[in-house]
């Protein structure tokens, strides 16, 4: 098959990821692939056998969105292109209009808990939905089409496995985009109110608030203890080392750093969030979202037992062979091709 993949940038996240991981595996089983992006960081990783074309899929304005709707469907009506996949809201306003002027079908991947509003119209006239899990098709239930399916997102599987250290201080780890969203701030504040010092925070990742949690670790006299690394394609190797992730985060749609710190091996502190809830098979043990005085407790216990009460089993978690396969049969349904 030949497969537009279209996201609005390829810079530092989890649609990022997966956009990269999936077209990978898609060109690796004998697809035709190119992703539509404006670029960024993570351009690099794409593989040799999948294409990359600069559009600016990342503008709301609506000419832009027309405009690269119009360059869409001339490359699909030259070029063969089958079928439009989009990830992020201003793509399927893109995907939707490229389709109905060239003439093939287009898709979605939610992947987020995202605001119910006008930016979720297009959803409702793709030919399928996916949602990256059971909360984000509950979440999104009257925006979808009759045609949505829940695929979990995979990831490769990593080069390192957990190695507990055996050094005095427990390092603790964050690993995400600097916004409010991902919770870093509520950790902060957990840790300030522990009564141990024995232990040290690398935050790895970067986003609009770091000169602010930079300057609450000071605050709290943390400036010494927490180290901001900034963007790391080292995430992998900081897991190994580690001695436990914090995940704070209020809102996820399936929560990849998570899934990687399992695969890795590495234990974890999440947040009860019905995505992590899921995953996990419970509730207990997983402290809230923004209750610092809780994570304390969850760290402080963590330190004295050298255990999390987070409990997610490896087996929850799909392949990359699965999960691409689950992506192209949904392609062949929506040709009308499905072997």
Same mark, same amino acid.
């Given at each position: 098959? #030949?497969?537009?993949?279209?996201?609005?940038?390829?810079?530092?996240?989890?649609?990022?990821?997966?956009?990269?991981?999936?077209?990978?595996?898609?060109?690796? *089983?004998?697809?035709?692939? +190119?992703?539509?992006?404006?670029?960024? =960081?993570?351009?690099?990783?794409?593989?040799?056998? $999948?294409?990359?074309?600069?559009?600016?899929?990342?503008?709301?304005?609506?000419? @832009? $969105?027309?405009?690269?709707?119009?360059?869409?469907?001339?490359?699909?009506?030259?070029?063969?292109?089958?079928?439009?996949?989009?990830?992020? &809201?201003?793509?399927?306003?893109?995907?939707?209009?490229?389709?109905? *002027?060239?003439? +093939?079908?287009?898709?979605?991947?939610?992947?987020?808990?995202?605001?119910? #509003? /006008?930016?979720?119209?297009?959803? %409702?006239?793709?030919?399928?939905?996916?949602?990256?899990?059971? @909360?984000? =098709? #509950?979440?999104?239930?009257?925006?979808?089409?009759?045609?949505?399916?829940?695929?979990?997102?995979?990831?490769?599987?990593?080069?390192?496995?957990?190695?507990?250290?055996?050094?005095?201080? $427990?390092?603790?780890? /964050?690993?995400?985009?600097?916004?409010?969203?991902?919770?870093?701030? @509520?950790?902060? !504040?957990?840790?300030?109110?522990?009564?141990?010092?024995?232990? %040290?925070?690398?935050?790895?990742?970067?986003?609009?608030?770091?000169?602010?949690?930079?300057?609450?670790?000071?605050?709290?006299?943390?400036?010494?203890? +927490?180290?901001?690394?900034?963007?790391?394609?080292?995430?992998?190797? /900081?897991?190994?080392?580690?001695?436990?992730?914090?995940?704070?985060?209020?809102?996820?749609?399936?929560?990849? @750093?998570? $899934?990687?710190?399992?695969?890795?091996?590495?234990?974890?502190?999440?947040? =009860?969030?019905?995505?992590?809830?899921?995953?996990?098979?419970?509730?207990?043990?997983?402290?809230?979202?923004?209750?610092?005085?809780?994570?304390? &407790?969850?760290?402080?216990? /963590?330190?004295?037992?050298?255990?999390? =009460?987070?409990? +997610?089993?490896?087996?929850?978690?799909?392949?990359?062979?699965?999960?691409?396969?689950?992506?192209?049969?949904?392609? !062949?349904?929506?040709?009308?091709? !499905?072997?």
């Amino acid at each position: 098959m #030949n497969v537009i993949e279209i996201l609005p940038e390829l810079d530092i996240g989890g649609v990022e990821r997966h956009v990269v991981d999936l077209s990978n595996k898609l060109a690796e *089983m004998g697809h035709r692939v +190119i992703v539509v992006s404006a670029g960024g =960081r993570m351009r690099s990783h794409l593989s040799d056998k $999948v294409g990359h074309r600069l559009l600016p899929a990342h503008k709301k304005n609506p000419l @832009t $969105v027309f405009m690269c709707a119009r360059k869409i469907s001339r490359w699909a009506k030259d070029e063969g292109w089958q079928i439009i996949h989009a990830h992020s &809201r201003v793509p399927a306003f893109i995907a939707w209009t490229a389709s109905g *002027m060239a003439g +093939i079908p287009w898709l979605y991947t939610a992947h987020a808990c995202y605001s119910l #509003n /006008f930016g979720l119209i297009p959803l %409702k006239h793709a030919g399928c939905v996916i949602c990256v899990s059971e @909360t984000v =098709r #509950n979440h999104l239930k009257d925006y979808l089409p009759q045609s949505s399916k829940v695929i979990l997102n995979a990831l490769p599987q990593p080069d390192v496995v957990w190695a507990p250290g055996c050094g005095s201080d $427990v390092r603790f780890l /964050f690993v995400g985009r600097l916004t409010k969203i991902k919770g870093l701030d @509520t950790v902060i !504040r957990a840790l300030g109110g522990l009564s141990c010092s024995n232990w %040290k925070l690398d935050v790895v990742g970067d986003g609009p608030m770091r000169d602010e949690l930079e300057a609450l670790s000071k605050s709290l006299g943390l400036g010494e203890k +927490i180290v901001f690394h900034g963007y790391s394609d080292e995430a992998d190797a /900081f897991m190994a080392r580690s001695s436990c992730l914090l995940f704070p985060s209020h809102a996820e749609g399936m929560p990849l @750093t998570l $899934v990687r710190a399992v695969q890795i091996g590495l234990p974890v502190i999440a947040s =009860r969030i019905p995505s992590v809830e899921a995953m996990a098979g419970t509730s207990e043990g997983l402290p809230p979202p923004g209750d610092a005085e809780a994570w304390t &407790r969850a760290i402080e216990d /963590f330190m004295i037992s050298k255990r999390a =009460r987070t409990d +997610i089993a490896l087996s929850s978690i799909p392949s990359m062979d699965e999960m691409a396969c689950a992506v192209e049969n949904t392609y !062949r349904e929506l040709l009308g091709t !499905r072997k």
